[in-house]
């Protein structure tokens, strides 16, 4: 809001009068809608068709002009500038503008009044297309240049990052969707410009310590944060953590709380993990009386949060564990240890994807089938994504597996295993046609044959 506000403040009294134009499916919306507003301007927002009810209502609420179509945010802003075209209305600019990011600096201004410098550090801003750390950045260097200043970006949506290591703008192919508010390809020409100026440093943190400072923040505020809203604080913990921090102030700026209610399920499940908190491992272990118990007192007295087993050997049996733990680092290593002086197999697979999201929820065991290939995808969620998905595929090749999960959030992950008779020019490669498939779909994929977890639980 502080940067729509100023930006739409500047504005020329004839651009007031013909009224003003965004295109956004967020808080950058309910700002633009609420500035307006305040300043009884004529405002319309575009936003795609099937953006969440609850989030254009609340811009129609505030008193804007809702304009939906589109079936993605591409189409939308297509039409957005059309429409700025036909009428003759000003484009609001969610962050590469300099008012914007005047806009936004002012946070700094409101922080250094409240709390003395000398108190300060460490300033942690999340970052999507830059206009917020810009903004923050300018004000804090400039007034009080000892204070760093922290930029944090998700693993998988880390133009910023990239940018400043190349040192010139770069443009990322695709970009992860859990933390919607900050998922940009490229980041703003001037953003960039002032970023290079004033970021001491990136901090690249998981949707799992997303999750987990969601959770931190709704435990001591019991306010709930949106993904986007709280990469500063998990990045604010990440950092302290790594860099051995002690008796230093730092700052995280929390910047949206837009959550969609059904998208608590997927927090919650990952907090834990985030936290590092949880440990989730894959133990082969005879398969003979007593087994089961041995394996249990070695994790005992640490609380068991999920344990699975299917026959499937005669001689060894594969086990699918989480357990609570308070030194994720030094206890699981010390675990293993013991556990391969017993002649069991574990394999640590807290940080493997396949597991969290697909391979504890699937039934039906292990498969034998020939010649199978198993790929995990991710696209867009948005109604009608999976049948479109379902329609790209090939039905000459048998689908061996198929698992979806409707996680309540911006983001379908999808399961897919498939025979493809064809043999590959090397045993970790896929075979050519599918490859050739793979691009001619055009979603992103991530090749999970030889993870472990579906070796071990569905092979």
């Known amino acids: 809001i502080r940067g729509a506000h100023n930006k739409i403040s500047h504005l020329t009294q004839e651009e007031k009068q013909r009224g003003i134009i965004a295109c956004s499916a967020g808080n950058h919306a309910q700002g633009v809608a609420m500035s307006a507003k305040h300043l009884g301007i004529k405002a319309t927002i575009v936003m795609p068709v099937l953006t969440p009810a609850i989030k254009w209502q609340n811009v129609k609420r505030l008193g804007a002009e809702v304009v939906l179509f589109g079936s993605g945010f591409d189409e939308a802003k297509t039409e957005c500038s059309r429409l700025e075209k036909l009428h003759g209305l000003t484009n609001i600019p969610p ?15 409101e922080l250094l009044r409240q709390k003395r410098s000398s108190d300060i550090d460490v300033v942690f801003v999340a970052v999507g297309g830059g206009g917020l750390i810009a903004g923050i950045g300018a004000y804090i260097k400039r007034v009080y240049p000892g204070i760093k200043i922290i930029a944090v970006e998700t693993t998988d949506s880390c133009a910023m990052a990239q940018s400043l290591q190349a040192q010139k703008r770069v443009a990322l192919p695709e970009v992860g969707l859990f933390a919607d508010g900050t998922a940009v390809c490229v980041v703003g020409k001037e953003c960039f410009r002032v970023a290079q100026k004033v970021v001491d440093d990136v901090v690249l943190v998981t949707n799992d310590e997303v999750c987990a400072a969601i959770k931190d923040v709704f435990e001591d505020t019991r306010s709930v944060l949106e993904p986007s809203g709280a990469l500063a604080t998990a990045g604010l913990k990440k950092y302290a953590r790594t860099h051995g921090l002690n008796g230093q102030t730092l700052v995280a700026v929390t910047s949206g709380a837009n959550m969609n209610f059904d998208r608590l399920r997927f927090v919650a499940e990952r907090a834990a993990l985030g936290e590092a908190k949880e440990a989730l491992l894959s133990v082969v272990i005879p398969e003979q009386p007593g087994s089961f118990l041995k394996l249990h007192d070695i994790v005992y007295p640490r609380s068991i949060t999920e344990f ?46 396949l597991a969290k999201s697909h391979a504890r929820y699937i039934v039906g065991g292990r498969s034998s089938v020939p010649n199978e290939y198993l790929l ?32 309540g959030q911006d983001v379908a992950k999808v399961l897919v295993g498939v025979q ?40």
């Not at 991710?378 to 198929?402: C, M, Q, T, V």
């Not at 050519?432 to 044959?449: I, P, Q």
Request: proline share 6%.
């Open 308 to 353: 699975t087993y299917r026959y499937g050997h005669s001689e060894r049996a594969h086990i699918f564990m989480s357990f609570e733990v308070k030194d994720r680092e030094r206890e699981v290593p010390d675990i293993m240890t013991q556990l391969r002086a017993l002649e069991m197999e574990p394999v640590d697979l807290t940080d493997n994807e």
């Open 95 to 109: 962050f590469d503008d300099p008012h914007v990011i005047a806009g936004q600096g002012t946070i700094a201004m």
């Open 420 to 459: 493809v008779s064809e043999t590959p020019e090397h045993p970790d490669e896929l075979p050519a046609s599918l490859l050739k498939f793979l691009v001619e779909l055009d979603y992103r994929y991530v090749n999970e044959t030889n993870n472990p977890v579906f070796q071990q639980f569905m092979r």
């Open 376 to 407: 995990r995808f991710e696209f867009p969620e948005r109604h009608g994504a999976l049948k479109k998905f379902l329609g790209g595929l090939r039905f000459d090749w048998n689908i061996s597996l198929f698992q979806y999960r409707n996680f």
